[in-house]
Nanobody
Framework: QVQLVESGGGLVQAGGSLRLSCVAS????????MGWFRQAPGKEREFVAA????????YYADSVKGRFTISRDNGKKTVYLQMNSLKPEDTAVYYC???????????????????WGQGTQVTVSS
């Protein structure tokens, strides 16, 4: 049974930083692409970032490119999202997700991810 547990959310002023963590269990973590998505009130869930199973490739939404960094530690079964220069429009619940298929290419499509965490709230004040 796959479990993903996020942490690190909170309230921060615009321009500040936060680091989200997501610890996985239940499968061989190093075989799967990991992604971060977010959902703001009244909006659909959107892709934020993804990282290949090896950690060698990363992908970002245009809205966060240059400000956010995704990384992973396969030994700790953890994926991170370092968020810098935060803006009020980054306010959302952030979810980590694990792709369903091992050794697949990274995707920005939510349906490619079969497992999701419970989410962690990030609030950026202006």
């Amino acid at each position: 049974q796959v479990q993903l547990v996020e942490s690190g959310g909170g309230l921060v002023q615009a321009g500040g930083s936060l680091r989200l963590s997501c610890v996985a269990s239940g499968r061989t973590f190093s075989r799967y692409v990991m992604g971060w998505f977010r959902q703001a009130p009244g909006k659909e869930r959107e892709f934020v970032a993804a990282i290949s199973w090896s950690g060698g490739r990363t992908y970002y939404a245009d809205s966060v490119k240059g400000r956010f960094t995704i990384s992973r530690d396969n030994g700790k079964k953890t994926v991170y999202l370092q968020m810098n220069s935060l803006k009020p429009e980054d306010t959302a619940v952030y979810y980590c997700a694990e792709e369903s298929v091992a050794y697949s290419g990274a995707s920005s499509i939510a349906d490619e991810y079969g497992y999701w965490g419970q989410g962690t709230q990030v609030t950026v004040s202006s």
